[in-house]
């Protein structure tokens, strides 16, 4: 049997692992595909660089054409990142009619629907099941494993770097800052962090996800992000004390035929499954009307991890390729987008406020709540030290729509008796679904 020839876009971190994988599994795959797979042309950075795989230096190139334009290339494997450049790689890759299985979320979340509806143009399959949690085969969970249910609800630990800072913060009691260092100096937050800790390597996860789960449109722009920069170790301490975890959350919501996607810092019970994902491992919990409670564990990232998602995909179209079914794997979304506005919202919400120890503070305070029908689950409230002023407060509301409560914080700030509002964050999971 003919073997099936591979153009990889980069041999950095994953794409060393893919070559790996490749070579030390070559046994398993050709049983599973029926014939060899052969690696056909490599796009590097620079040809004399060392390297801790085998390949012969002739298939390198620094020529991104060299690779989608040989005639011989039957699949691109794109490990190399970037966004515009890349794409136009990719698009030019199915146009000279090469299938291609990409592990960029970055560019999925912005461009998939545009290089998918490319892919089916030109009868050629896209596969990007590594850009969402590395290793933990989630996307073909939602379109196979899944695809006769009806999915509500996704809940993702979807960044490693963020979940190590948090986990770290939550059993060392450390600053947020000084974390951050250790993660950086540990490799496990990047030089520059600003797109994991803010969230947007969340949000543009969540979007792959809510796409595929919800079959919408769902845009990254549709995403609410919050990051975990301002978390403190006081919001986290004070948490733990109410029985919650904080983690960086994405929520992906359907009711009806309207959806929420977010990702903030969010507050769940001790108890929750979530909850015990620990250090820099994913989860992704999924909820659907007919399976009920789901979850998908494993690592998020890294070499091996990573390529394990990217020859999956490859060996999918391989499968396709074999039985001449490429190029159908683009379901277009059945259902229109239609995002919820902040009324139709709900969630219980953790506040921290410091007010002015007098007469009279609390009842003002929950007046604030009563007055647009939001009430609280918890209360505590203790003294500040070193400052006998003030008096810390922490609530937990029940169920309150967003519009409420941005309406109702917005009022807190104006009250005399409020020093100051700390922090606030979502809470999920109580009950569990
Ligand atoms: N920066 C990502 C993380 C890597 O921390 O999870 C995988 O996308």
């Known amino acids: 049997m003919k073997a099936i020839r591979v153009g ?12 790996k994988i490749i070579q030390d599994h070559q046994d398993k795959l050709t049983h599973q595909v029926g014939c060899p797979i052969v690696i056909q042309k490599v796009l590097v950075k620079n040809i004399d660089k060392k390297r801790d795989v085998e390949l012969s230096r002739d298939i390198l190139t620094t020529n991104v054409y060299e690779v989608i334009e040989d005639p011989e290339v039957d699949v691109i494997i794109e490990v190399i990142g970037g ?84 986990t770290k913060m939550n059993k060392d009691k450390a600053p947020y800052r000084e974390v951050l260092k250790e993660a950086q100096r540990l490799g496990f937050a990047e030089a520059d962090p600003t797109a994991d800790v803010e969230g947007l ?10 796409r595929l789960g919800f079959s919408m449109n769902v845009a990254l722009d549709d995403v609410k992000v919050k990051g975990i920069s301002q978390v403190s ?45 620990h ?38 179209v391989m499968k396709n390729m074999r039985l001449e079914v490429t190029g159908r794997s683009f379901v277009d979304p059945q259902f229109e987008k239609k995002m919820k506005s902040p009324t139709e919202i709900f969630a219980q919400q ?48 029940h169920h309150a729509s967003e519009a409420d409560f941005i309406e109702i914080l917005q009022q807190l700030n104006d009250l005399e008796v409020v020093h100051e509002i700390k922090s606030t964050y979502r809470v999920e999971g109580n009950g569990w679904s």
Do not use: W
């Open 201 to 210: 390597d969340a949000a543009r996860k969540m979007a792959i996800l809510a």
């Open 83 to 166: 966004i515009e450049e890349t794409k136009q790689y990719l698009l030019d890759a199915l146009r000279a009619k090469k299938h291609v299985v990409s592990a960029n979320k970055d560019l999925i979340a912005l461009y998939g629907s545009e290089l998918l509806a490319c892919a089916k143009e030109n009868g050629c399959d896209l596969y990007f099941e590594a850009s969402v949690a590395g290793g933990i085969p989630i996307l073909r969970a939602l379109e196979e494993g899944l695809a006769s249910d009806r999915i509500t609800k996704m809940m993702g630990i979807v960044n490693g770097t963020t979940n190590f800072i948090l």
């Open 350 to 397: 953790f506040l921290r406020i410091h007010v002015k120890d007098q007469v009279g503070s609390f009842s003002k305070i929950t007046s604030t709540f009563s007055e647009r029908g939001v009430s609280f689950e918890k209360i505590l409230q203790l003294p500040i030290k070193d400052n006998e002023d003030l008096a810390e407060i922490i609530i937990v509301t």
């Open 8 to 19: 990889l876009l980069g041999l950095g971190t994953v794409g060393s692992g893919v070559v």
């Open 279 to 316: 250090n820099e491992y994913n989860a992704v919990y999924v909820y659907g009307e007919a399976v009920g409670e789901t979850m998908f564990y494993g690592p998020g990232a890294g070499s091996m991890p990573t390529a394990t998602a990217v020859v999956s995909d490859l060996v999918s």
């Open 233 to 277: 170790d006081e919001d986290i301490s004070f948490s733990k004390r109410l029985g919650y975890t904080m983690k960086l959350i994405g929520i992906a919501q359907r009711e009806g035929q309207k959806v929420e996607v977010s990702v903030q810092p969010t507050l769940l019970p001790d108890h929750h499954p979530l909850a015990s994902v």
